[in-house]
């Protein structure tokens, strides 16, 4: 029983949607609710390529906000915070779940893809019905957004395999209707194919060895790298260049007291930069290693 003294407390959920669904049928009328991705099926005199184009480019823009929050203190200990320069928004994803995290890793390790957008926008899609005699509209925020090098959209989800396999319908739903409508593609990965070897391997150091904030583009050994006559496995690299040692000193030490630190590959490690960056294609065939073969992006 609470005590008269002191005020009852209202539990939060832990997981909210910070804007309202656009479940109006005349907001799907308006054409600057670019906010939610809009379907043109029914509507396709209404529809514009243009407004298309102002809906990603909001998606991956500083001014992006996420439409799913987590309160604090609740569930902390399954909350993780996932930075990157590719989350043009802040750098920062609260992902939920130890799945979207390994998935954030892969993403965030792909050469191929430039920009990721947490919870990005409210999908609407054609459904089946519960009795499958008619169709019905549905709204969905997925978890992932990401933006390719070729300029393609996709929006992905990460979940365990028995998840999965409850979401089938709705998978090939969404697939269909984004694809149809607006060019878009939808995966809904599982936990099997996540942590598939050695492609999370090879992802995971990638973005482990990714550029942080302030640091220059290029560094010297970089800049080596691609003057090299590319393809190169990383052990000739690593012959051709001097430079293949870390040293450190204290700062009221001379310069010729510096000391290599062990366990530093400095090949290695700007090779992978280098593939974070899409600078050089890296033979992800089997696990990074000196028989590795680095050739340059076309």
């Known amino acids: 029983m609470p005590s008269p003294h002191r005020p009852t407390r209202k539990l939060k959920k832990p997981a909210r949607v910070t804007k309202p669904l656009p479940s109006d049928d005349r907001k799907r009328s308006k054409l600057d609710d670019y906010k939610v991705l809009l ?10 390529p243009e407004h298309l184009r102002r809906t990603f480019d909001y998606i991956f823009s500083q001014e992006h ?5 987590f309160p604090a203190r609740v569930r902390e200990h399954s909350r993780f915070r996932f ?13 939920r779940g130890s799945w979207l995290l390994n998935g954030l890793t892969l993403l965030d390790g792909d050469p191929d893809i430039v920009a990721i957008a947490a919870y990005p926008i409210v999908l609407r899609y054609i459904a ?36 999965a ?24 990965i599982r936990a099997s194919e996540t942590l598939r070897q050695p492609l999370f391997y090879n992802r995971n150091l990638i973005h482990a060895n990714r550029p942080r904030w302030g640091e220059v583009d290029l560094s010297m050994m970089e800049r080596s790298i691609l003057e090299q006559p590319l393809p190169m496995t ?17 700062n009221d030490e001379a310069r010729e007291s510096a000391q290599p630190v062990a366990g530093v590959h400095v090949v290695s490690s700007s090779c992978l930069r280098l593939a974070y960056m899409g600078k050089v294609e890296l033979d992800l065939s ?11 992006r076309v």
């Open 39 to 48: 379907q043109c099926i029914p509507h396709g005199n209404e529809w514009r």
């Open 65 to 69: 906000e996420p439409l799913v929050s």
């Open 83 to 95: 930075t990157s320069r590719k989350i043009r928004s802040g750098g920062v994803f609260t992902a």
């Open 128 to 163: 089946a019905t519960p009795d499958r005699k008619d169709t019905e509209w549905k709204d969905y925020i997925p978890a992932v957004s990401v933006l390719r090098r070729d300029g393609t959209v996709g929006f992905i989800d990460y979940k365990h395999d028995l998840d």
């Open 165 to 188: 396999q409850k979401c089938e319908q709705r998978t090939q739903e969404l697939a269909l209707s984004l694809s149809k409508d607006c060019g878009a593609s939808y995966q809904m």
């Open 234 to 250: 990383v052990e000739r690299l690593s012959e051709a260049l001097p430079y293949n040692a870390l040293l450190e000193r204290w």
């Open 286 to 296: 089997r696990p990074f290693g000196p028989s590795t073969t680095i050739s340059r």
